[in-house]
């Protein structure tokens, strides 16, 4: 397995995976040829050095998992780095087989060599597998999210 930083030409696997559950389906737009957003936003990302698009290939180079880490400045804290997970998704044919953990366990030591002091992320309630995923693997639900969607 290799980790590494995503680049334009995988930008359609990557929005193929998000979008291959029933959550995705119904938010990401996902078609040949892929629009532009999803293009325009991975440069924007690709040129902001606090954030970190990942993708985890097989030992034949196919993209079988991604995941967004953010990494957040902030006063409290005494001006700590928060490391937000983000888009975490594992190519269906390749769930169940300890991919997550290792991709989580790099993110979590990418954190720790950015200098954050907690790794967070989010998790839709209508993902119990996620959560239980989740909290295996040392995450604890110590605060309450809110979400107002503006569209």
Same mark, same amino acid.
């Given at each position: 397995?290799?980790?590494?930083?995503?680049?334009?030409?995988?930008? @359609?696997?990557?929005?193929?995976?998000?979008?291959?559950?029933?959550? +995705?389906?119904?938010?990401?737009?996902? *078609?040949? @040829?892929? @629009? !532009?957003?999803?293009?325009?936003?991975?440069?924007?990302?690709?040129?902001?050095?606090?954030?970190?698009?990942?993708?985890?290939e097989n030992d034949k180079g196919?993209?079988?998992?991604?995941?967004?880490?953010?990494?957040?400045?902030?006063?409290?804290?005494?001006? +700590?780095?928060?490391?937000?997970?983000?888009?975490?998704?594992?190519?269906?044919?390749?769930?169940? *087989?300890?991919?997550?953990?290792?991709?989580?366990?790099?993110?979590?030591?990418?954190?720790?060599?950015?200098?954050?002091?907690?790794?967070?992320?989010?998790?839709? *309630?209508?993902? @119990? !597998?996620?959560?239980?995923?989740?909290?295996?693997?040392?995450? *604890?639900?110590?605060?309450? +999210?809110?979400?107002?969607?503006?569209?």
């Amino acid at each position: 397995m290799t980790i590494r930083k995503a680049l334009k030409k995988d930008v @359609p696997f990557i929005v193929e995976m998000i979008a291959d559950d029933e959550l +995705g389906r119904l938010r990401e737009n996902y *078609k040949d @040829p892929l @629009p !532009k957003e999803y293009y325009n936003a991975f440069e924007n990302i690709a040129a902001d050095s606090n954030e970190e698009l990942m993708v985890m290939e097989n030992d034949k180079g196919k993209i079988i998992a991604t995941l967004q880490l953010s990494f957040i400045r902030y006063l409290t804290y005494q001006g +700590g780095i928060r490391a937000q997970i983000e888009a975490v998704r594992i190519h269906n044919e390749h769930r169940g *087989k300890g991919l997550g953990k290792i991709f989580f366990e790099w993110a979590i030591n990418r954190a720790k060599i950015r200098g954050a002091h907690v790794v967070q992320l989010t998790t839709d *309630k209508k993902r @119990p !597998k996620a959560l239980r995923f989740y909290e295996k693997l040392g995450f *604890k639900a110590s605060h309450e +999210g809110m979400k107002l969607h503006l569209s």
